[in-house]
């Protein structure tokens, strides 16, 4: 599986994941689908990092985008325009890169300094409510960290979605199944190039397509 593919799993088991959300409810089948979404896009953040030329421009796309996904994503999930309770997951992307970018930089002159700036940004996380919160940050430094070891990468984040599931609800175990794409990822082969930002805009489009029918629907 190649960079574009599982960029595209993780894109359609997050638009499974929402339909259920916004339209159907009643479903679960669809949230179990979407619960392999978060950790493959987790893991393309860590890998990102490791082939990108420049992480400044990196972090001002996923910084730009949290910013235009925001109120797509509180009509779809909250109803409303504005909803400071919850942060849309760009936010908490944006954060976990930080982390990294800083580990990369920092950790071989000033290792205590890199892992406090890293955990402050799973703190922040927490603190803005962003989309999966600590937990997001966390599995983005725990992949990054073992980028060389995928499958150690892939066992200790599981320990930690486990524990994650016990603080938020099972549902979350389901997330356990994304380590079968993720182990047969395939780092040497990218795919297509072209499509690199229709993945940033599928996030707020089809979340505002989501809300746009729901109303139609009601």
Not at 33 to 45: D, E, K, M, N, S
Not at 62 to 80: N, Q, R, Y
Not at 177 to 192: E, M, N, V
Request: charged content about 10%; proline content about 3%; aromatic content about 18%.
């Amino acid at each position: 599986m190649n960079r574009f593919q599982l960029k595209l799993f993780a894109i359609l088991t997050m638009l499974t994941d929402h339909v259920g959300a916004v339209l159907f409810p009643q479903y679960l089948l669809f949230r179990v689908i979407g619960r392999l979404a978060f950790p493959v896009f987790v893991f393309l953040i860590a890998q990102g990092l490791v082939y990108t030329s420049n992480v400044r421009a990196y972090l001002g796309r996923l910084f730009v985008f949290a910013l235009i996904s925001e109120v797509p994503f509180d009509l779809a999930f909250h109803g409303t325009l504005f909803y400071p309770e919850s942060q849309n997951v760009f936010f908490t992307l944006f954060l976990g890169l930080a982390a990294i970018a800083v580990l990369r930089d920092c950790a071989g002159r000033h290792p205590a300094a890199a892992f406090l700036f890293a955990s402050a940004m799973a703190v922040l996380a927490e603190l803005l409510r962003t989309d999966y919160g600590w937990f997001g940050v966390a599995g983005i430094v725990i992949f990054y960290c073992f980028r060389n070891d995928r499958l150690t990468g892939i066992v200790l984040f599981s320990l930690v979605l486990i524990v994650f599931s016990l603080l938020t609800g099972t549902l979350e175990l389901f997330a356990l199944l994304s380590g079968i794409p993720l182990y047969f990822y395939d780092a040497a082969k990218k795919g297509r190039r072209s499509w690199k930002y229709f993945f940033y805009v599928f996030y707020p489009a089809h979340l505002l397509l989501l809300y746009l029918i729901r109303m139609v629907a009601i």
